[in-house]
């Protein structure tokens, strides 16, 4: 059997399981809808919000970023475990006991106000669209390689399904649909790993091969990737190259923006309890864990067998022949990737020999960061039904994240802006049309953008965290930890830390995210070479200050909110969800 | 409803455990991590340094630690103060 028909097997297999599930849990009321009948047990919860956390940045883009960046990329892998510590101890347990469907419900009633309500709605859309922009990109590289056609092509045929999987069902559906996801996913990403570890190091857990020694050359895998690397003109693999400001940033930015994401802290909503809601932050974190502590292991080993293919005698000697390329076995991969025009080679000075070094002048070889996870298993020349897994794994990693995402969006302009102000007499069918057509909005802006993606799947997906951290995290922590902060104070340092931060990336991305009206490089000196991907944490920041400052020349929040937030601080009592 | 002193003394106590949570997660990820990892720089784990280790794995496995260790001493608050569900 070809690959060809054992990718769509495989695929069409996933598939049809996740269909299979969302029919049997099919949502029957609108608390089942929203908050799955907060009967989900939490370690499957936990589970779900791996699946649901995992997206196509995580799966197919981490990885790559890791392989090309080596210990600079290490603020994508304590950013996004980091940050559920934080909703384990700062959000969760108490927007569990206020008990309401939405983040933005809880904005709107802390604040006693319907414009923080809606101005929450708005951080909530630009956050998740930018979000779901990434996802995008991740899809269109998973359908392009494994449906063998181009990136733009398969960008296309992946909205298409992601929309028809994402108006299925609600958040029931989707709850065991991802239990389900995170089991292929998890599967896809491990086994490759195993066996790519047990290859190079002998050792089959890849955490642990990551710190063991290459069986060709008998010294660790990490200095001889250092040594292959730099003989090439790269930088070294282990060192710091990004500066500590921008990496500290980063990472916090990451943190915060996690426990500020909506469509992850709903998750929480979906437990039968408080406590439940601070373990099932844990289980998550467990679940999540197996790939992050993989992924490092994954990035080196993947730069290093790449390099291999380019120089199969080593670095020392001349690099792999053009028609080696096109015609050996082993190479099949470059041939594959070829088509997507996400890989491509050019024989610059006619040697017949393709070079890959970091002399952008003598480099013949260009590879998206992205594919690299994808890549891997064929890198490696594991077999066939491992690549095809592990096109599954990429895809349940983006349908995933891309369904709870349109669910956030969706449930914020059906619920959160139509239901409660619009029109309060709207009957459910004319809701759930209002939340459908959102969800189509939204895939439509986000294929768009995502034609010209903003940076490689993980780096647009840190924009988004960026828009979550300075807008929705500061307002969630004030309400619940102060008692004062008033509904003036939270609008205006909302208003800030959207903006300010939107601002920054625009200035650095493009007015929404046209490339051609950036007005500066990332790392800018002149900006202290802070990165638009980093600039989440400072915009925090202006929102907590201004909060404060608003809140000091204003009234404090009357009485009747200081004893909500009182009672949102004690578990007794959550019970189920009040309706709205 | 719980009184509203006992109420107090577990937010009290609530806030003491997060803040001395938080140190530790700061110092594993932001310190060994980051800004610590020259200093770590001396002890050599597999080819690279401690550091490196802790900002590619060792953070994760101490908030993970950190997660369960927050939700078991709040079950063991909430029962203490007479606030649990």
Not at chain 1, 53 to 58: L, Q
Not at chain 1, 64 to 85: K, N, P
Not at chain 1, 305 to 331: H, K, M, R
Request: charged fraction near 10%; glycine fraction near 10%.
């Amino acid at each position: 059997m070809d690959q060809f028909t054992l990718n769509l097997l495989v695929v069409g297999a996933t598939f049809a399981l996740y269909i299979g599930i969302a029919i049997w849990a099919r949502a029957g009321s609108t608390s089942e809808f929203y908050a799955a009948g907060r009967g989900v047990h939490p370690v499957l919860n936990g589970m779900a919000t791996g699946a649901d956390w995992m997206s196509a940045a995580s799966f197919i883009s981490m990885a790559g970023i890791i392989a090309f960046s080596g210990y600079d990329a290490s603020t994508y892998l304590m950013g996004w475990t980091g940050g559920y510590v934080l909703l384990a101890m700062l959000v969760a347990p108490y927007l569990r006991k206020f008990g309401k469907f939405t983040v933005p419900e809880f904005i709107g009633d802390r604040f006693y106000s319907q414009a923080a309500r809606n101005v929450a709605v708005i951080c909530l859309i630009v956050a998740s669209i930018t979000y779901v922009i990434g996802q995008m990109t991740g899809v269109g590289v998973a359908f392009s390689r494994f449906l063998e056609v181009d990136n733009t092509t398969g960008l296309f045929i992946g909205a298409a399904i992601v929309f028809m999987y994402a108006v299925l069902g609600g958040m029931k559906g989707i709850t065991y649909t991802q239990v389900a996801q995170y089991v292929v996913l998890i599967i896809a990403y491990t086994i490759p790993a195993i066996f790519i570890s047990l290859q190079l190091t002998g050792n089959p857990v890849p955490a642990l091969g990551l710190f063991s020694n290459d069986v060709n050359t008998g010294a660790p895998i990490l200095a001889t990737l250092n040594d292959t690397i730099e003989a090439l003109g790269f930088k070294s693999y282990t060192g710091q190259h990004d500066s500590t400001l921008n990496m500290f940033l980063f990472t916090m930015t990451l943190m915060i923006g996690t426990a500020g994401l909506p469509h992850v802290i709903v998750r929480f909503f979906t437990v039968p309890t408080v406590a439940d809601a601070r373990s099932s932050a844990g289980w998550a974190l467990v679940f999540i864990s197996l790939l992050y502590l993989t992924a490092p292991a994954v990035g080196a080993m993947a730069r290093l067998n790449l390099i291999n293919t380019f120089y199969p005698n080593g670095v020392e000697q001349p690099a792999v022949e053009l028609s080696q390329i096109e015609t050996a076995p082993q190479n099949l991969w470059v041939r594959n990737w070829e088509k997507t025009g996400l890989l491509t080679f050019d024989d610059k000075n006619g040697d017949g020999r393709i070079e890959y070094n970091a002399n952008n002048d003598t480099n013949e070889l260009n590879v998206n960061r992205d594919i690299i996870t994808l890549a891997n298993p064929e890198i490696a020349n594991l077999p066939g039904w491992v690549i095809a897994l592990v096109a599954a794994g990429g895809l349940a990693a983006a349908l995933s994240t891309a369904a709870g995402l349109l669910m956030a969006i969706s449930s914020a302009v059906s619920h959160d802006l139509i239901k409660s102000q619009i029109n309060p007499g709207i009957s459910e069918k004319g809701e759930l049309l209002a939340a459908r057509i959102s969800m189509a909005v939204a895939i439509a802006v986000a294929t768009y953008l995502g034609l010209n993606p903003p940076g490689f799947a993980a780096q647009t997906v840190a924009l988004a965290f960026g828009l979550a951290a300075s807008s929705i995290f500061p307002a969630l922590m004030m309400g619940i930890f102060s008692k004062k902060i008033n509904n003036v104070g939270a609008v205006s340092g909302m208003l800030v830390g959207l903006v300010t931060t939107l601002v920054y990336i625009f200035l650095h991305k493009g007015w929404f995210f046209i490339a051609s009206t950036a007005s500066f490089s990332d790392a800018d000196p002149m900006l202290l070479s802070i990165k638009s991907t980093s600039f989440g944490a400072v915009g925090a920041l202006l929102n907590f200050i201004t909060a404060y400052v608003v809140t000091g020349m204003t009234k404090e929040a009357p009485e009747d909110i200081q004893e909500l937030v009182e009672s949102i601080r004690i578990p007794k009592g959550s019970g189920a969800a009040t309706d709205h | 409803m719980a009184d509203k002193s006992s109420s107090n003394a577990y937010w009290k106590a609530n806030i003491r455990t997060i803040q001395l949570f938080l140190v530790i997660w700061f110092v594993a990820s932001f310190g060994f991590g980051i800004l610590l990892r020259p200093m770590l720089a001396g002890i050599s784990i597999g080819g690279t340094d401690l550091g490196f280790w802790f900002a590619q794995q060792g953070a994760a496995l101490v908030f993970l630690v950190l997660i369960f260790a927050y939700a078991w001493r709040m079950n063991k608050l909430d029962r203490e103060h007479g606030v649990e569900e």
